[in-house]
Each structure stands twice: as C-alpha cells, then as structure tokens.
C-alpha cells in the first residue's frame, strides 16, 4: 500500500520568511497531492491540492510543486504569518472519488512575530 | 456552506465500555471516511462506505464496526473500549460526482478512556 514520507516534523521561521515541507511517496499509482491544514482540537482543513499532470500550482502565498518522477511532492508558505502556525499534513492518493487519503506525518509549523 | 457533522464532539468512557460516534456528511456526498487521530500522529485510515456499502477498510479493530444509513450517515461503533482507543475521531465525505478525490472534515470527536 501507499507509505507516504513527511519532513521535517518541526519547523520554526521567522514571520515574513518563507517555509518549505516536503514528502515523498511509495506507490506510483498515486495522482492526487493534498495539503491540509490542521489547527489545536479541529479537523483538517484543505489549503491546497495538485494532481499528477501538473508539476505546480500557486494560491496567493502558497504553492506546491510535484515531481512524479521522483514521487515527491512539496509545499511553499512564502511571506509567512503568526496565523499560519499549525500542523501540516501532506497526502496522497489514487484520485477517484472513494479512494482514501495516506496522510504524512505531519510538520509543525510555528511562525514567530 | 453545511460542513461535516460529527457528534458528540467530547466523550468520554470507561474501560470496556461500548462508544457511538456520528457523522453527517455534507448534503449530496455519497462517501464516508473515517479517521483515527492519536496525540502528535497523523490520522490513520479506519474505514469507508461509498452508497451504504463498504468500500475501504484499513487499520479499524474488530471491536469496531461501522455503518452508513439511508440518509448516508454513518456511525461508528467501538466496544470493549481499551485505554489506547483515546484519540480524536475524524469523518470525512466526498461526492463521486465531482470526480477530484477531496475529502472534506468534520471537527471529529474526542474520545478519553479512563
């Protein structure tokens, strides 16, 4: 089955820098990237999702960008804010509509004023 | 616009005692996923019902069972309840019919064992 590879598992920046997670995937029949956004106590929540036939994609101050080849996959936070400190998950799977998500691990991301 | 429903949002049981969780996916989602959550993990699948049929089934012990209704709600049942089954519960659905593979949340439900 499909193992899916996140780091790092802790990340601390300075408002206004940029922040970086990367993961990695097993299984090649994996074509659909989200990344989700978990706050203290709530549910997660999609920021942004990329599929196989495309290598990037940007939303405001975020972006993902994906390497099929090498079955990695990463996401950007540029001009980073205290709000944007919370867990960060990345996931993978087939794509059609029942296939369920393997999470990552998760990276906490803390943003210092 | 209506989210995931999941009820009760905190629960808590003694040690083999039996929990039911709810979930309401949002309205025309026919697929219902649900997670576990352990303090600091990621969430682990534990089973999916697409049209009231099973249609996944990962890491779920067999003391749990899981069900989707008429109305596509769908419940979890938990028994003989161990400490190591505190964690916070997820429910997610989606809709075949949009094809894009996005599972949407619920704020899941909290269950301590004591």
């Known amino acids: 089955g499909e193992n899916v590879e996140q780091h790092p598992s802790t990340l601390s920046v300075q408002e206004g820098d940029s922040a970086v997670i990367k993961c990695t995937y097993s299984?090649?029949?994996?074509?659909?990237f989200p990344w989700y956004k978990q706050e203290l106590g709530k549910g997660p929540q999609l920021i942004i999702d990329i599929r196989s036939n495309v290598g990037e994609k940007k939303d405001q101050r975020i972006a993902v960008t994906l390497n099929k080849t090498a079955k990695h996959f990463s996401l950007h936070i540029t001009e980073t804010q205290p709000e944007d400190s919370a867990v960060y998950f990345c996931a993978a799977s087939k794509g059609y509509n029942t296939d369920k998500l393997i999470f990552g691990t998760g990276t906490r991301l803390q943003v210092f004023p | 616009a209506a989210g995931v429903i999941q009820s009760p949002r905190h629960l808590i049981k003694e040690k083999r005692e039996t929990a039911t969780l709810k979930c309401y996916p949002i309205?025309?989602?026919?697929?219902v996923y649900w997670y576990q959550q352990g303090p600091g993990q990621d969430p682990q699948f534990l089973i999916s019902?697409?049209?009231?049929?099973?249609?996944d089934k990962g890491s779920i012990p067999d003391r749990f069972s899981a069900q989707q209704f008429s109305d596509y709600h769908s419940e979890l049942n938990m028994s003989s309840l161990e400490l190591g089954d505190s964690a916070l519960y997820f429910c997610?659905?989606?809709?075949?019919?949009?094809?894009?593979?996005?599972?949407?949340f619920g704020e899941g439900s909290r269950l301590t064992v004591l």
């Open positions: 299984d090649s029949a994996s074509n659909y």
């Open positions: 997610a659905s989606s809709a075949l019919a949009l094809n894009t593979g996005e599972l949407f």
């Open positions: 019902f697409y049209e009231k049929m099973q249609s």
């Open positions: 309205p025309r989602h026919d697929t």
